[in-house]
């Protein structure tokens, strides 16, 4: 993986993206993570409720997972979603309908950016819960 660059993975045909291109929070946080994140291929993302978050009990953890080098498997810990969006998530409890994207990753700038999807409806409450 390049230094920067935009992907544009498809998703599911039943899924519409339900929320459009965000930060990643901590990134700065996991630098090796990062570094080794430039090196793999077949990059999908992974969201995983973390309880026991000792900062967050709604903490909603994202995880790379892919191939070093084209034949290691390997999964590393990026960040995570920005703290209101996962108190959104945990209050509706869909996490398992939903599904990251990666759109961009920005390993000088520590930025990986993504986008989620999932079903219309979850789209509809989510902004409602957000007040769009």
């Known amino acids: 993986m390049r230094s920067c660059k935009w992907l544009k993975p498809a998703y599911p ?3 519409i993206i339900i929320v459009t ?3 990643i929070a901590g990134t700065f946080y996991y630098q090796p993570s990062l570094q ?7 990059v999908t993302l992974k969201l995983v ?7 967050d009990r709604n903490a909603i953890a994202v995880f ?3 191939k070093l ?3 290691v498997p390997r999964i590393v810990h990026v960040g995570h979603l920005p703290a209101d969006l996962a108190q959104q998530i ?11 994207r990666l759109r961009l990753v920005d390993i000088p700038n520590s ?3 993504i986008e989620l999807t999932g079903p219309k409806e979850l789209r509809q409450k989510l902004f409602t819960t957000r007040g769009h």
Not at 36 to 41: D, H, K
Not at 49 to 55: E, F, I, L
Not at 90 to 100: E, K, V
């Open 13 to 15: 045909d039943d899924h």
């Open 69 to 71: 080098l084209w034949t």
């Open 21 to 23: 291109q965000f930060s």
């Open 36 to 42: 080794t994140l430039r090196w793999m291929t077949g």
């Open 49 to 55: 409720h973390n309880p026991r978050n000792k900062y």
């Open 64 to 66: 790379a997972v892919g």
């Open 90 to 100: 945990a209050d509706l409890r869909c996490l398992p309908s939903i599904l990251p």
């Open 111 to 113: 930025t990986i950016i």
